[in-house]
């Protein structure tokens, strides 16, 4: 693998027409999903107890997402890295929509197997969109290339608007045709992600085939700020990248999980339930040009410290007040954290691999990253069962230890370059 090495700032290399198209296009189809994908941190839990009667496991639908989509990951990359990202894309949201209809009708029959059986097919799909991040990196040189996956990642701020009048619109439209909000709800998904199936057909060429000739749509850079040289060692990097993707995205759903049940306790609404989840949403996404601007300005580095930071002060805000203002406060500081950390560890897995293994190395990351997404949600609700809600606020500190020591130990001459 090949450490990238960019020779031109972000500020003077120009984005071509075509690349701002299907940047859009990727951006769009991001918001569709990301509209769908919000239930399962608001209704997830919610649901496995009205389904199972307890909070022991109310944590396992999101943790069953995350397994799926650790399933996924790496033998989605390998058939993008093959077949293209338009192949993985498309499965991805077919998939998504078949399990959330199976969920819908898991509520509607009082079926917990049935549930699972939802939920894992709608967390294949959704991972295997993951890929979207894959498709937006292939397009940019690498001194822009933090912008271009923050800028697809911001469709999921349009997302985080959808979710709650999807919500809204189970509420009002369930007693009319008799069903409960819960299933209506994840039946409203599949109309919601439709379209974007018309937007992936409209995405032309396919990203990778753009990787592969990346020099033709940016041709007043030199070659090697198109392509980047081979420099460093990329081990180091890779280490501290996913440590820190693992660390962020593990923390963040296992909080999640158990945030939108605490309020629930609390007497809060459906409704203000989403709107806490869209505002962690909107920190996740509403910031991420910004942070891929800094990234791609000022370091990969700097970015993911911050980020793990913020994700820290977050989970303490969570696990300290029962003030919905301060736990959906501190839920959108743990959004924010993400968003420096992944897009930061995202950036440098693509930086240091070519488009023919880029698919492959992020379906890596995400591997693990939804690995530790699928268990610790588990272990959260055995901890706050036992010892109550403080408990996933000091695990949620304790996660982020190690990969802070591995990115204070990593070297970055310049954003995207890591000496060996």
Known sequence: MATQTPDSTSQTVLIPPLIRHNTLLLALTQAVVGAGMQLLPALGAITVVELLGNNTWAGIATALAGLARMLTAYPVGRLTDARGRKAGLYLGLVGAMGGAVFTGWAVVASSFWLFVAGILVFGAGVGATQQLRVAAADMYPPARRSEGISLVLMG?????????ILVWLAQRLGPEVGQSPLSLAWFLVPPFILPALLLLA????????????????YPSLPAASVAGESRGSSRPALSAATWTGVAAQGQMVMLMA????????????FELISVSVAI????MFGFSWF???LADTYGRKPVMLTGLVLSGLGAVLVATSPAYTIITLGTFLVGLGWSGAYVGATTVVTDVTGPGERGRAVGRLDLWSNGAGAILPILAGFLVEGLGIWAIGLAGVVILMYPLWLLLRLGEE???VYPS
């Open 156 to 164: 999921s701020l349009v997302g985080a608007g959808l979710s709650p």
């Open 202 to 217: 409209h995405l032309r060429p396919d990203p990778k085939q753009i990787a592969h000739n990346l020099s033709a749509y």
């Open 258 to 269: 158990m945030t939108s049940l605490a309020l629930r306790h609390q007497g809060c609404s």
């Open 280 to 283: 962690h949403v909107i920190g």
């Open 291 to 293: 942070v891929g601007k």
């Open 414 to 416: 310049k954003p995207g």
